[in-house]
């Protein structure tokens, strides 16, 4: 805005720039009506005004016509999931930097509004970021790009540039695969989905939640697979990450050079296809693979995450806390050694992350992202049992072996061979992909494998569970009645390869070896891709094995489950699931109803077949050799080939003859002419025999399917006989006559409905394609709209690859269908069979049906990737104690590629404390500050260092003492082992023994246990510790006198005071008060006391004496008092205070 003050003549104002409508002109605070501003550069005011009078003139320089214009704009697509930087160019854009708090400017794609990027836009250019079309994957129409602006007092100006930008399904990126999802800090994530124009890792960013996964083209290349389909690895950087939990993943396709900051031109902005065509690409979700047989948007957008089904909340990608490495791996049984775990993804804050040894309590001491060091308690304590299960706690996800013999394996380990490969399941417990979404052979082994996984599954609510498996070559899937290996039983086998085109996602690969016939129940059972439901108990631990044996090539495995009766399920705290909560899980991963749609051959189909007889060849032509004829070979079109055909021609001489009947075509397009078969048939079978006058017959099939129309495959004839006729020769003349028709072809349409609700007619020969097996094109029919019954109820079809050995051409298919219910297809329901409506459809000999496989269950989800948590990895063996992280709640896990490590108490290196003695061996039973206690212990160190003075010196460092849990240390340590004992130790083979010397230091009075410590081997046996008396000695107070009302602060010095309470001192029988009675104002006034003194309140006399004429000078009471201990009958009298005892109290 301009703001314009004169003091000159109305008439003399005009206008500072050419653009001025509406302007407004103020008369003080009247308003004036203003004309010809855009016609004259004089204004006029309709009020009369005195010259004198201030007048203001505002101009809206960019809110008149034609102020803002667009000019061009790039990209001009982009992901239909938005994220796509565009860039606007023109000129009277508002610049953020000089906006004006009353105005607005903003961008429309369509009716889509476009976030501006302020630090990017200018006057001539807009820079701002695409919002979501609201309809992924699906390619919009060519939309205006609209430039608006609003200003404060009312103006508004606009421009429109149109068929500026449309959405763009092959724009939008997607992620359908991850090698893993779930990971630590350094671990390299390999992500797989269509990713088209994109040529570069650096194109790629990858979030899990907030934080960057780092791609990049020159430490991680971009891999190319079939089509569009790129495989981009990332790695989790060590520092950086998001807390342990869990987070979505999303991808986007960005400008190459991001690093340009303020771009010099827009072409930073996009990506370019192949042809030079620019694409803004931007973000994309991590959704299902694409099902080539689901046409519909809605369903080409399926949440490709898991559930956590105790809270309801939906994610992709778990961080969790990985433990690679324990420091020491062996210690005493008593623990207070020092454990340092290496590792990642741990808090920084110590209460952050709980350790556990053995299911016992690791106090953490300091942490880092990368290392926690814990002091060990001892293995007598009690475990802290793991809240899911009630079991001492391992690790999360499941431990393999991979063997190279293709053999039923041995129970028990030692009898089998050397594994290949060992390691742990801890980001997915499923096989599907490492490199790819079909390659999965980890160990790169073209050999016969079998893998045996094995550990605990964790049941997250209490209620039924139904087990799915399928994979390459074979899995058996067994459970156990508890966390017993054995208990365990075959709950579900996949018996053979599942061979789909969409077997990493379809939910058909749990069914299609199944018989074509079988009901639901058949589905179900041991020797079935499908458990029967089974109910579990919420956190009880249940031993679980697969066995996985591969051939040769790639390999892959799935293992996905049912969870019923959602509600009313109890869960691990106790909490049950209410009807709401259980419709919300449903709705987060249905249990859709599955069924299939089959053409299938009611019988025999009728393959069209010609005879063909000839005479037996005994006719001879002059030269000897047997009579020609010819045979026609012709089509309906009406073109004919001429075969010459012997007497004694063989079968497959005649059928490679029929077939190949040709005719000579001019091609235009090369000048040359060319031959083109007769018949579209070229699967001929012929068949030759004799009858019983002698004469050859032949039996000519054309086992293919009739084209729509077609009403044969061939017309044959014989032309002429050109045997001799001499009466000598007894030819019979060849003939050939069509002895059955074919079946006729398959055609018309057909409907498929729920209830009253039916599609639209579906062309069965269009939808099949022309090989007549195209699933896909069926599919896409069959889900091309939603069905709406009357009773207001909407369907979709969600279809899926049946086996492609049950396709046949125009003759037979099988496709898996899914029943989803709602506007937005996330509702399962117990729906009745399809309806077919075959009125139209012709299908000679062939019968159109549907099959239930699995009943929908609105009160049931299911998962087709089982989270890895549910999993606990096995106890160690041989007495090896788990150790396990966790860091904000979440379970940790360990290294990949290796066995779990372990902790081990061993009673062979747990010190011994034998006895303590003074100076002359004497045993002691008090000790004040500063006196000498004398230690006699035995396997403090290895027999090689304490044969000797000089070997044991310097493990003395690594030795402590103290009294009671540090109450006081004994410190200034020396070996007083006398040389006796060093020649027993250098002549025996027993642990050694020392004698340890040191100088007690000022502490807790009391009777307290002596602790001996060693670094390296951790506590002697603390129950079976000496106890010895720290004694109290109390030199002086201050003051001598104070209040018969008590409340004086006294200052008491001595020895064995530190940690002494006010309450254990008495003052004429009665204890003292602590200072914390005070206020804080008073205790701020008070000087803190070293360690040797002691700071209480007096206690009131028990003979009370007020003296109210001079109340600030008193004394304790009417007599001098006794201080002593509370627990001492020693006392004395005129305020002399005595050394006095104190217990263990």
Sequence with gaps: FLRLTTEAPFADLTPAVACGSPSIVTAGSRRCNLSGAQTRPDLSCTRSMRSALSLTLVAALVACAGAVTVVNVFPHRGSTNGGTYLVIEGSGFM????????????????????????????????????????????????LPVTVQFFGGLGEAASSTLSDAFYYEASSTPALWWGKAWAGSGGDVLSFSGPLVYVASADQIEIRIGESVCVTGQEEHPLKNYIGSQRTVDCVLPANALPLAGNYNVSVRAKFLRSDLGECSTPACFWLTDPGGNPSGYGLGPVILPANTGRSSSLLQADWAGTLDITSGSAYHFTMFPRVDALTPLTGGLYGGMLLTITGSSFSDMPLENEVTVGGILCAVESASPSLLTCRLASSTDSPTLDPATGARPTSRGLLYRTYLKNDPLAADLLARPTPTATGVLNARIDWVGSNGVISNNLEGNNGLLTRETVGYFVPPLNASYSFYVAGAVSVVLE???????????????????????????SPAAFYANQPISASPSELMGPTTQVSLPIPLVVGRRYAIRYTHKMGFGSEWLRIGAKVSQLTGAARTDGTVTTSAEARLLARAAPAFEVQTLQLRQTGTLRRETHELRIGFP????????????????????????????????TANALGTAIKGASRLVFDAGTGLTKSVAILGCQNVQVTRALDVNGTAVFQIVFACVLSAGQSTHAVLSVLGNRQPTASTLDDVAPSVALLNAGSASLGGSFRVGLKDAFSEPINVRSALGSSGTDWSGLGSALSAQALRGSDGMVYWLEVWQGLPSRFSTFESFEVYVRVRTGEDGLSAIDAPLLNLDTDLLQAD???????????????????????????????????????????LGVLGGVSANSLPPAYTWDTSLTPELINVTDASGEPISSVAEGGALYLKAKNLVPLAIGISATSFADALTGLSVELGDGAAACSELQDATPPEMYLANANGSEAPSHVLACTVQPGWAGMHK??????????????????????ISIVSVEPEAGSAAGGTPLLFKGDGLRGLQCSQLLIGGSPCAELTVLSTAALAAIEVGAPKELRCLSPPSRDLVVIPSNPSNFSLDSNPSDITNEDSNSSSSSFNFVSSSLNSS
């Design 1010 to 1031: 002596v602790h001996l410590l060693s670094v390296s081997r951790g506590k002697a046996d603390p129950m079976a510790a000496p106890e010895i008396e720290l004694e």
């Design 479 to 505: 459970l156990g009645t508890d966390d017993d290996i054995s208990s365990l039983v075959t709950i579900a086998t996949s018996a053979s390869s599942v061979s789909l085109d969409d077997f990493a996602s």
């Design 845 to 887: 000999g062939l019968d159109l049906r549907t099959r239930l496989i699995e009943t929908g269950d609105p009160d049931a989800l299911w998962l087709g990737r089982l989270p890895a948590e549910w999993f606990r990895l096995p106890e160690p063996v041989s007495g090896a104690a788990s150790v396990v992280v966790r860091t």
């Design 618 to 649: 005994t006719a001879k032509t002059s030269k000897g050799t047997s009579s020609p004829f010819v045979l026609t070979v012709g089509n309906t079109a009406g073109y004919a080939a001429h075969v010459s055909v012997t007497a004694s021609v």
């Design 95 to 142: 610049q953020p930097a000089d906006v004006n708090p009353w105005d607005a400017q903003a961008v429309f794609v369509g009716a889509i509004p476009c976030d501006i990027q302020a630090h990017y836009t200018d006057s001539s250019r807009i820079v701002c970021i695409t919002r979501a079309s609201g309809r992924p994957f699906q390619s919009s129409a060519r």
